[in-house]
Nanobody, 119 residues
């Protein structure tokens, strides 16, 4: 089992920055890909960014050049640095961890953290 706990959300003005953190405990060694997803009211949950254990990253087109995902394997923590925030970035942000196939490919989710960007 893996437990994920997000922190760092809040209220910020458009153009501002926030840094989200996701602390993992448990079988973190089994996790290959870590990601951040978001869900705005009335919309489906969408991938924002992901990073593999080796450091390869992937971003949604809407956040490229503004958001940066990183991970500290020694600290079992994943970060999402969000710059130049826009009102449309307002959503609940969820941390996700996906196990490598050899460990069962289970998906783990955090409880979510609210990000609100005011115009």
């Amino acid at each position: 089992q893996v437990q994920l706990v997000e922190s760092g959300g809040g209220l910020v003005q458009a153009g501002g920055s926030l840094r989200l953190s996701c602390a993992a405990s448990g079988r973190f060694f089994s996790i290959n890909v870590m990601g951040w997803y978001r869900q705005a009211p009335g919309k489906q949950r969408e991938l924002v960014a992901s990073i593999t254990r080796g450091g390869s990253t992937n971003y949604a087109d809407s956040v490229k050049g503004r958001f940066t995902i990183s991970r500290d394997n020694a600290q079992n923590t994943v970060y999402l640095q969000m710059n130049s925030l826009k009102p449309e970035d307002t959503a609940v942000y969820y941390c996700n961890g996906r196990e490598a196939p050899v460990f069962g490919s289970r998906n783990y989710w955090g409880q979510g953290t609210q990000v609100t960007v005011s115009s």
